[in-house]
């Protein structure tokens, strides 16, 4: 199970819309990764908007139940002379965790980046599986102990 609660996500963000709304603008700016969530037959796939970013400045750390991304996008290198007239492409260190449940494996996550987009798969540990159990009737009983 993947949990979406994160406090101080939540605090930041209401922080981030009092500043837009206070300096005239509107909106504020969207995450800088974006993301998807979902259950698909015995894992959980997670992909996370990059575009931009090289796949040698992502990485992927896990502590307990919590996975952190952590990604680096360099500012646009500019030749000399170029007066940037808009910038809204966001630069510079972004991270993000996921709060794992203890029903997931996170010893077995794969991680896989194409076309600006980080895709990670995290599968249902063995033993949060659904499972048949038996059930035994009296005559069982009696055959076993006799």
């Given at each position: ?26 909106l ?42 952590k ?16 910038a ?41 599986k ?17």
């Amino acid at each position: 199970m993947l949990m979406r609660t994160d406090p101080f996500r939540e605090i930041d963000r209401l922080t981030q819309n009092l500043f837009a709304n206070s300096n005239g603008g509107s909106l504020a700016r969207p995450l800088a990764m974006p993301m998807d969530a979902y259950r698909q037959g015995d894992e959980f796939v997670v992909s996370l908007d990059l575009p931009g970013v090289h796949p040698d400045a992502i990485e992927l750390d896990v502590e307990r139940n919590v996975l952190t991304v952590k990604v680096e996008r360099p500012p646009l290198h500019t030749a000399e002379g170029v007066e940037m007239q808009l910038a809204e492409r966001p630069v510079g260190v972004f991270t993000r965790q996921l709060f794992l449940g203890d029903s997931l494996a996170t010893d077995e996550i794969e991680a896989d980046y194409d076309r600006g987009v980080l895709t990670l798969r995290i599968p249902v540990a063995e033993r949060a599986k659904p499972r048949r159990i038996a059930v035994k009737g009296a005559d069982d009983r009696q055959a076993i102990t006799a």
